[in-house]
């Protein structure tokens, strides 16, 4: 378990990362969607981008 990692909502994370990725937003538009600050959206997207993993508990599991 990673300590000081909030949890996050892996779908909106995703749409907001696609988004930026083809060039329909800005990095701070897509960070806005994703629910949280633009240096953690650049973290994120760029340990998605080198193919480092995520840590364990940043998405939470999705409820039934």
């Known amino acids: 378990m990673a ?3 909030k949890t996050r909502n892996a779908k909106l994370f995703k749409e907001a990362l696609t988004e930026y990725a083809y060039g329909r937003c ?3 538009k897509a960070a ?6 633009r ?3 650049r973290k ?3 340990m998605h981008f080198l ?3 995520f840590p364990d508990t940043l ?6």
Not at 32 to 37: L, Q
Not at 59 to 64: G, L, T, V
């Open 59 to 64: 998405f939470k599991a999705k409820e039934k």
């Open 26 to 28: 800005s990095q701070s």
């Open 51 to 53: 193919g480092i993993p």
């Open 44 to 46: 994120y997207a760029n």
């Open 3 to 5: 300590k000081g990692v």
């Open 39 to 41: 240096p953690t959206f």
């Open 32 to 37: 806005k969607m994703a629910g949280m600050s």
